[in-house]
T-cell receptor, first 115, second 113 residues
Framework: DTAVSQTPKYLVTQMGNDKSIKCEQNLGHDTMYWYKQDSKKFLKIMFS???????INETVPNRFSPKSPDKAHLNLHINSLELGDSAVYFCASSLDLLSSGNTIYFGEGSWLTVV | AQSVAQPEDQVKVAEGNPLTVKCTYS??????LFWYVQYPNRGLQFLLK??????LVKGSYGFEAEFNKSQTSFHLKKPSALVSDSALYFC???????????FGTGTRLQVFP
């Protein structure tokens, strides 16, 4: 059973389109995240949610809008896609906030290519 | 600025030999430290973490890491490398008073037969 699952795994779309990436975790965790990995493999946090409440919003363009309908789901919607949005987007979760030393568990990633 | 450094882009080692992947950090206080591994076209898999206590931490797949506070390092080690260990390894730090991981730039480990 996949602990953190995200769909789609691969997405190719044109500039200007709007797309969503869905994420679900079946670990019973309270905290979920979106991380972005660029073409140089650099990883950076975008958002975190704890019990559906936004905790971290890391200076991400407002074209990116996370939505957490419940604590097991954290979806990422991207408006007006740009070429620079091409990256791998990782969903992740942890039992609670990291201040407790909890481990983050990552999904398999969603490869977004904007053409 | 808080940061994590992985000084080697690539590490090559022969199968059966010991391996070390280096990580140093620059954060205030006593951070939590993590190692993750990423296989091609896959997500990040948790290997081990240091929170407190014994400086030598053991993790998955025979990996271990040693926390050295004076050198602000958290090097990843394995006594005997396997070809299947070849992957991209990330060190990460959670500074105090934040709820995010700061990742290093990654080190590509290549184990040759």
């Amino acid at each position: 059973d996949t602990a953190v699952s995200q769909t789609p795994k691969y997405l190719v779309t044109q500039m200007g389109n709007d797309k969503s990436i869905k994420c679900e975790q079946n670990l019973g965790h309270d905290t979920m995240y979106w991380y972005k990995q660029d073409s140089k493999k650099f990883l950076k946090i975008m958002f975190s949610y704890n019990n559906k409440e936004l905790i971290i919003n890391e200076t991400v363009p407002n074209r990116f809008s996370p939505k957490s309908p419940d604590k097991a789901h954290l979806n990422l919607h991207i408006n007006s896609l740009e070429l620079g949005d091409s990256a791998v987007y990782f969903c992740a979760s942890s039992l609670d906030l990291l201040s407790s030393g909890n481990t983050i568990y990552f999904g398999e990633g969603s490869w977004l290519t904007v053409v | 600025a808080q940061s994590v450094a992985q000084p080697e882009d690539q590490v090559k080692v022969a199968e059966g030999n010991p391996l070390t992947v280096k990580c140093t950090y620059s954060v205030s206080g006593n951070p939590y430290l993590f190692w993750y591994v990423q296989y091609p076209n896959r997500g990040l898999q948790f290997l081990l973490k240091y929170i407190t206590g014994d400086n030598l931490v053991k993790g998955s797949y025979g990996f271990e890491a040693e926390f050295n506070k004076s050198q602000t390092s958290f090097h990843l080690k394995k006594p005997s490398a396997l070809v299947s260990d070849s992957a991209l390894y990330f060190c990460a730090v959670r500074p105090i008073n934040t709820d995010k991981l700061i990742f290093g730039t990654g080190t590509r480990l290549q184990v040759f037969p």
